[in-house]
């Protein structure tokens, strides 16, 4: 099964909306982390937010967001007034409590129109 | 928070030639991670590095194909050897850093290398 699942291949924003790109995961580990990286077509992995799964309240970083619902086992990002810069691949990433590795969604490209 | 450059940036290559990466962090760490991501797809660690001994590879990669050093806790190389265009690919080096309980750790990227083999 997929650790990570993004649904959403293609997303369009117009400037100064919000939008909410879609992330679901899978563990049975009690202790895991959450993470969200934006990747812009230069190719860099530009870390965005992290949620914890001991954390009670939802992420906040700036224009971002992470809509934490454990019991549903999802972790949607919400961008804020967004921004032309803000078009890029975005990646939801999870690392299970005892592993060292990071699972990587499929990732959602999304594309803030003028 | 951890500081990586990575190089090259992008590189085109011939079939059958080698290639190889270099990491280099601000800061010494124990793991380093070795992840590709081919066109379109998302990231897929390739092996981590491990210092003083040989690297870890995920299942579909081998040494032979992906030789990983690791000399200190600042450095590591990936070679991609004997390439096609099949490897064409971006690789990135990554650590990870930070937290103070377990899962609450951020992963730190490279700039990546979009290699391109023709």
């Known amino acids: 099964a997929q650790k990570i699942t993004q649904t959403q291949p293609g997303m369009f924003v117009q400037e100064k909306e919000a939008v909410t790109l879609d992330c679901t995961y899978d563990?049975?580990?009690?202790?895991?982390?959450l993470f969200w990286y934006k990747q812009p077509s230069s190719g860099e992995m530009i870390f965005l937010i992290y949620?914890?799964?001991?954390?009670?309240q939802n992420a906040t970083e700036g224009r971002y967001s992470l809509n934490f619902q454990k019991a549903r086992k999802s972790a949607n990002l919400v961008i804020s007034a967004s921004q032309l810069g803000d078009s890029a691949m975005y990646f939801c990433?999870?690392?299970?409590?005892?592993?060292?590795?990071?699972?990587f969604g499929t990732g959602t490209s999304l594309t803030v129109i003028p | 928070s951890a500081v990586i450059s990575q190089k090259p940036s992008r590189d085109i290559c011939q079939r059958g030639t080698s290639l190889t990466i270099q990491c280099q962090v601000d800061?010494?760490?124990?793991?380093m991670f070795w992840y590709r991501q081919q066109p379109g797809q998302s990231l897929t660690l390739i092996a981590t590095?491990?210092?003083?001994?040989?690297?870890?590879?995920e299942s579909g990669f081998v040494i032979d194909k992906f030789p990983i050093s690791r000399p200190n806790l600042t450095f590591s190389t990936l070679t991609v050897s004997n390439m096609s265009p099949e490897d064409s690919s971006i690789y990135l080096c990554?650590?990870?850093?930070?937290?103070?309980?377990?899962?609450?750790?951020?992963?730190?990227f490279g700039q990546g290398t979009r290699l391109t083999v023709v």
């Open positions: 590095a491990n210092q003083g001994s040989e690297a870890t590879y």
């Open positions: 990554s650590v990870e850093d930070g937290g103070y309980r377990e899962g609450d750790t951020e992963a730190f």
């Open positions: 563990t049975s580990d009690q202790s895991y982390g």
């Open positions: 990433a999870m690392r299970e409590g005892a592993g060292n590795q990071f699972y």
């Open positions: 949620q914890g799964s001991y954390d009670e």
């Open positions: 800061s010494q760490v124990t793991m």
